[in-house]
């Protein structure tokens, strides 16, 4: 039963590899200046906050428990979430896959007339590409939170989970805004604040005579069916309450069990992600309110692969995931190629091991290598998802270049014989004396030397030291 | 399509069967966080403060004078339905929400509510509803919100506060004003929430 994400829609899967986008990446001090300036930034401020919560280390071990304890019990909490959103006064609908998902949002839409939705950022509508769903139906998607508007109106993608921005500087925003927002001031300058402010009054008559608006979810509670979406800017805020009807497409992964659940997460997650103690607004919502916000409510619940990573033991950790990105911030990788390199909507560490998941390992093969292991993401994450361990684990299912390949058999062949082995230190020597030291290994190894150095090989080995003895 | 969805149904959740196979039972959760805590409300102000929000402490009798001094004479003021009448003063003009449409809320120069709970550690207020807070869409459309916090509303930490919010409730947790840090990271009040955030804090 082929359970991964679909090819063909969506924005999982980059055009190239990882190191033939990265290279052209790296090749941009502009870029890596900007990427450089904001994970420092965000770092910095997240590790300051943290440090105020004593208890950081059980919030972490209760949220990956509880995220374990959601895996395990996943049909369960979601046929839960189902009865309590229905009984609530809203509509659940089950997605396979993105294309499914992008039909059942169109037809909503399609049904209220309106030709047009507002949108609140989400990683589960860019991860099924809603939004060119929705134009090939001739329904305008706007994006409303500042960066993905800055991202739309540029024709860009996103670079990161957090700032989908975070790869352009305030020159640029504002020569995107003079050439793509209808009605911007020819004075417009670059001060952050007047960009703010012309975004603001740009979108504001949109907000108001906008009938539908689709969002993500960041939680779900199966006891209750409460619906969470946390936010910075009030974006989210007049989505969620001013249209009539409100579209959440909402992987299924993001359940939990009980309400007081969320005492975990939303502690957890506005430190490691913006670092701050508690991010600007939290909507929260159950089904309709009479009287308040809007009167029809469908929640979309998507699969889209999570069930075949959700079907490896090891892997489905990656589903524990809360969209924080602060394992991007620490990523040496992330901070020198941006997020574009990773050719998904899910970019650095956490993107390197659940796209491939997502996908099936054979579309997204280079990205378990995306990586230095270095371990800083473990460390940074608030749910204690091990990507390092991941990353070696989809190695080992991802095919191999042949070189590689080739030149491993043979070392272990090597190893195994200790005649062979002592030739080969010193045939290895003899490439020290013609000066090949801490360069690189000959075609067609050089694959394997081109980011690692080569140990230089010493004057004289163990073996022949202790023969002396 | 009730008929595809319904068959959406039954492939995401036989799938997700299958991916889990007989195990499915649950994962015990150790909860040795801390749940409780104890209440300082220099704690709150301090955390306010440092989302820029403006704080002011005073006596109940002088709410009235407090917000007549945060508003020009003759400004127009949305509130919900149940504030009390006593916190209003007699200089601003009052327009009570008894189903206003978004225009006349987006033109008025601020709103004032009241709030369910206040969380110390994260510098929170939390709106759910009630008539003294009234809709959703009151304290989001003026460029300028008064929340009015009483001293026993206030918890410690995130834990508290969950425990005393019923989830059946719209609710809406504010820390500090509208905020972006979209450019360079650089945080700039009120992209489209209210520009100005007061809390009044009785005793």
């Known amino acids: 039963m082929p359970a991964t994400a679909p090819q063909g829609v969506g924005q999982l899967r980059g055009a190239e590899p990882f190191p033939d986008a990265a290279r052209r990446a790296l090749a941009d001090p502009h870029l890596r200046r900007n990427l450089r300036h904001a994970t420092a930034t965000i770092r910095a401020k997240s590790a300051a906050v943290i440090a105020e919560v004593p208890d950081w280390e059980q919030l972490r071990a209760a949220g990956s428990a509880i995220k374990s304890d959601v895996l395990a019990r996943l049909p369960e909490l979601l046929e839960q979430v189902e009865s309590r959103v229905t009984a609530a006064g809203g509509v659940v609908h089950w997605a396979a896959d993105a294309t499914e998902a992008n039909r059942i949002v169109t037809e909503l839409v399609a049904a209220t007339g309106s030709d047009r939705v507002i949108k609140v950022k989400s990683m589960a509508t860019q991860e099924i590409g809603l939004n060119e769903a929705l134009e090939s139906a001739g329904i305008t998607p706007v994006e409303t939170d500042l960066a993905e508007l800055i991202v739309q109106l540029g024709e860009d993608r996103p670079s990161h989970i957090l700032v989908p921005a975070i790869h352009r500087n305030r020159a640029e925003i504002r020569e995107i805004f003079l050439r793509a927002m209808p009605g911007a001031d020819p004075a417009l300058t670059d001060e952050p604040v007047v960009l703010a402010a012309a975004a603001r009054r740009y979108l504001r008559q949109t907000f108001l005579t906008t009938p539908v608006a689709v969002s993500g979810a960041n939680f779900a509670v199966a006891e209750t069916g409460t619906l969470a979406v946390v936010e910075s800017e009030g974006n989210g805020r007049m989505c969620l309450t001013l249209p009539e009807t409100l579209i959440t497409v909402m992987g299924v992964e993001k359940v939990v069990p009980t309400w007081r659940d969320l005492e975990v997460f939303l502690q957890l997650l506005p430190r490691a992600s913006t670092g701050e103690r508690m991010n600007p607004y939290t909507s929260m919502w159950t089904g309709v309110t009479p009287g308040d916000g809007p009167q029809a409510f469908h929640l979309v619940l998507l699969d889209n692969g999570r069930s075949a990573v959700l079907a490896d033991e090891v892997g489905r950790q990656a589903l524990h995931c809360i969209r924080c990105s602060a394992c991007l911030n620490v990523c040496p990788v992330y901070e020198r190629t941006g997020g574009h390199a990773y050719g998904s909507v899910y970019p650095g560490p956490i993107g390197a091991v659940l796209s491939p998941q997502l996908t099936g390992i054979a579309d997204n093969a280079s990205l378990p290598y995306a990586s230095t292991l270095c371990g800083a993401c473990y460390d940074a994450c608030p749910v204690k998802i091990n990507i390092p361990d991941l990353l070696v684990h989809l190695r080992d299912q991802a095919p191999h270049p042949r070189a590689e390949a080739t030149a491993m058999a043979a070392a272990a062949y090597t190893m195994d014989h200790p005649a062979l082995y002592a030739a080969a230190q010193r045939a290895a020597r003899s490439g020290r004396l013609l000066g090949r030291r801490g360069r690189g290994l000959p075609p067609p190894l050089d694959g394997w030397t081109a980011s690692r150095d080569l140990p230089e090989p010493p004057a004289e080995s163990f073996r022949e030291w202790w023969s002396k003895r | ?203």
């Open chain 2, 1 to 203: 399509m009730v008929v595809e969805a319904v068959s959406g149904r039954d492939v995401v959740l036989g799938r997700l069967r299958a991916a889990i196979g007989e195990s499915g039972a649950g994962i015990p959760v150790l909860r040795d966080y801390r749940r409780e805590g104890a209440v300082d409300l220099d704690l709150l102000v301090d955390r306010l403060t440092d989302y820029r929000a403006r704080v002011h402490r005073v006596p109940e009798t002088t709410v009235a004078e407090t917000i007549a001094d945060l508003l020009p004479a003759s400004a127009t003021v949305v509130v919900p339905p149940g504030l009390p009448s006593a916190w209003l003063p007699a200089t601003v003009t009052v327009l009570p929400d008894d189903g206003l449409d978004n225009a006349r809320i987006a033109a008025a120069d601020g709103v004032v509510t009241a709030a369910a709970v206040a969380v110390a550690e994260t510098g929170t207020v939390v709106l759910d509803g009630s008539p003294d807070q009234g809709r959703r869409v009151l304290s989001l459309l003026p460029d300028l919100h008064i929340c009015v916090v009483r001293a026993a509303q206030v918890v410690a930490g995130v834990p508290a506060a969950l425990a005393r919010l019923t989830p059946h409730r719209p609710l809406t947790w504010i820390s500090g004003p509208s905020a972006t840090s979209d450019i360079e990271l650089h945080r700039v009040e009120g992209v489209h929430g209210p520009r100005t955030l007061h809390v009044i804090l009785l005793p």
